[in-house]
């Protein structure tokens, strides 16, 4: 496996990860209070930041471990992130979308912040997923 | 295993009659990952023009000798 190859599979894993425990702490607080009033805001941030900064550490400890000869980033790598990368920026745009109509029907902070935070999350998975998919069954 | 590309090739049976070019080999000769020449050998990977002209250039032969479109006959 190729260090790119193992890169889509940390973005993949970190995405996953960092928006669950953000789910699970906004979740468990909606428990007691209504969801519009939940403090979401620096379980974001925080998950945000711990998935930024999680995924560069991971990104530097698998380049330390990798052998030299798998380190190389081809002409196929390029390809594959290149589709990859397109198929994420869809959900950016879904997102954008998304937060510009909940803005426009004056929807609460709230699901504007949450729409864009899950377009990202998705963006960034399925971004992961379709680079893992055609490293695995070709194109 | 899928065939992600309408493109063969005789890689493999060109390094077992050269006897001595392993994919490791072929992939630094030409500047790619190993991974990316066994992508290519099993149809999973259409390479790029440069890349196949590399390929053909390392065996000493035509790039028909080493590539062929399966599409070719219609």
Known sequence: ?139 | MVKATSVTNNIRALRAATGEITQAGLAERIGVTRQTIIAIEQGRYSPSLEVAFQIAHVFGVPLDDVFQYGGSDS
């Not at chain 1, 790598?77 to 994420?88: F, P």
């Not at chain 1, 709230?110 to 998975?125: D, G, W």
């Open chain 1, 1 to 139: 496996m190729t260090l790119e190859e193992r890169r889509s599979w940390t973005s993949l894993a970190v995405a996953v990860v960092a928006y669950g425990v953000y789910v699970a702490i906004v979740v468990s607080r909606a428990a007691s209070a209504p969801l519009v009033d939940v403090d979401y805001v620096p379980a974001m941030l925080w998950t945000i930041g711990i998935a930024i900064v999680g995924s560069i550490l991971i990104n530097i400890g698998q380049a330390i471990f990798t052998p030299r000869r798998d380190q190389t980033v081809d002409v196929r790598d390029r390809d594959i992130a290149q589709i990859g990368d397109r198929v994420g920026q869809a959900f950016l745009v879904v997102g954008g979308v998304a937060a510009l109509l909940l803005a426009i029907i004056e929807a609460h902070y709230f699901y504007i912040a949450n729409v864009v935070y899950l377009c990202f999350v998705l963006s960034a998975v399925l971004s992961s997923v379709t680079k893992v998919v055609v490293y695995r069954r070709g194109f």
